[in-house]
């Protein structure tokens, strides 16, 4: 068959399905997306735009499990778990717990560094060749630290990391940070800059992709829900929608955190978990840091755009809530002030939550279907579906062509969970 004539339906209008779309289309495949609500709202959007090829260490550490636990009696826990009697989500927490040692820390880094490298270059293509107006700056990353004690724990893994996969940082004492930035306090410890992260506003990235695969003849299609698939053999033959069945040589499932759910509907279990965030964006302080910075003692994050101020982060394990308490918007504001000189401005404030998709060995899931020929997976980013996103599209144009990967995809592959 000839591949112009080749339809690829992407389920899911985030950022990873935008990015599958980008590389099919480039692929020479008509390409539609389907998306439940409106295209990039949920963890596409309310992000804190992070590339972040140093953020290799996965969720699973070996001080993890410890602080999940403690999070059972701590409703305010910035990372909390709250018990559920699902036995999904149960088998998660186990699996996810038998990763929580340094050896494991160690492999899925390695894993990790593989697609993070690879998405860092493609964005740097991308984002000077195709892609203008998201903000986009090469400024670091800065991780800023209350404590000594905080700062020696994260520098131990960050002298691993380094010597292990190379990552670059450089230490900066607290005495000097009034130097490294003026919106910072002069009693923090210190901090670590990883020079080679970046960051964009990602609405502004997903508008200016959209907007140009649109004039590339991709069609996407907003409000439209799936609900069924249609199987003859290995084949998916259709898709049942709320507008009825589309027909699609190839489907890729790029959902989020719901592809777990979705996946049962094409015969497979997905253990993708809902990581429940929150951030606030608003006007930027009079004092503004300069580059974009994570609060790691608080679980918090900030990015300073240059229309705006975002502050957010926060991981629940709560299933799919949809609430917005304001005792957590009060927390983020509440732990950016042991951080920043000057307050938080209290005006023009956008509230968000989103669901991140979480994988219990903290790895994406990229590539073939279990137990069917023609659908792709591209899911269970978990915090880094921004950062991963051109990576995981071209991995995934690879899977629908048959063509041999650029990476070596099998880390990622759904395979690892039959």
């Excluded at 599958?20 to 480039?26: D, V």
């Excluded at 589309?246 to 990581?275: K, N, Q, T, Y």
């Excluded at 000189?341 to 023009?348: A, C, E, M, R």
């Excluded at 659908?375 to 899977?399: D, F, R, S, W, Y």
Aim: a neutral charge; proline letters at 6%.
């Amino acid at each position: 068959m000839d591949r112009n004539s080749e339809s690829v339906v992407v389920i899911g209008g985030g950022v990873i399905g935008i990015a599958c779309a980008h590389y099919l289309n480039k692929a020479g495949y008509s390409v539609t997306v389907l998306e439940s609500g409106n295209l990039a709202a949920a963890c596409s959007y309310g992000n804190c735009g992070y590339i972040c090829p140093s953020h290799v260490l996965p969720l699973a550490t070996p001080g993890a499990l410890r602080e999940g636990m403690m999070s059972l009696f701590d409703p305010s826990a910035a990372f909390r778990i709250k018990p559920r009697l699902e036995a999904p989500f149960i088998r998660w927490l186990w699996q996810f717990a038998k990763r929580c040692s340094t050896r494991q820390m160690l492999e899925t880094a390695e894993h990790l560094n593989t697609i993070l490298e690879s998405s860092a270059a493609e964005y740097r293509r991308l984002l000077v060749d195709e892609i203008n107006g998201t903000e986009y700056r090469q400024s670091g990353l800065f991780y800023a630290f209350q404590t000594t004690k905080a700062a020696e724990e994260f520098s131990v893994n960050t002298r691993t990391v380094a010597a292990q996969l190379g990552v670059r940082s450089s230490w900066i004492d607290g005495s000097d940070l009034r130097d490294f930035d003026k919106a910072l306090k002069p009693d923090l410890a210190g901090g670590v800059l990883f020079p080679d992260d970046a960051s964009l506003r990602p609405d502004r990235l997903t508008e200016q992709w959209v907007a140009m695969l649109k004039d590339r003849a991709v069609v996407f299609r907003e409000g439209v829900r799936f609900l069924g698939a249609i199987r003859s053999g290995r084949q998916i033959t259709a898709i049942e929608t709320s507008e009825g069945l589309m027909e699609a040589d190839h489907i890729v499932l790029a959902a989020g955190a719901i592809s777990g759910r979705m996946a049962r509907h094409f015969g497979a279990a997905l253990p993708v978990e809902p990581g429940k965030g929150y951030s606030i964006t608003l006007d930027r302080p009079a004092q503004s840091p300069r580059v974009p910075m994570l609060f790691s003692e608080h679980h918090v994050g900030i990015t300073p755009f240059d229309s705006g101020f975002r502050v957010g982060s926060m991981m629940e394990f709560i299933g799919f809530n949809t609430s917005i308490p304001r005792r957590r918007l009060d927390q983020l504001r509440a732990s950016v002030s042991h951080y920043l000189t000057d307050d938080l401005p209290k005006s023009n404030v956008e509230q968000w939550y989103g669901w991140r998709p979480m994988t219990w060995d903290s790895l994406p899931i990229i590539g073939a279907m279990p137990g069917t020929d023609n659908v792709c997976l591209a899911t269970g980013h978990n915090m880094l579906g921004l950062t991963l996103a051109p990576a995981t599209g071209k991995l995934v144009a690879e899977c629908v062509q048959g063509k041999t990967p650029h990476i070596d995809p099998t880390p990622y592959s759904a395979a690892r969970f039959c």
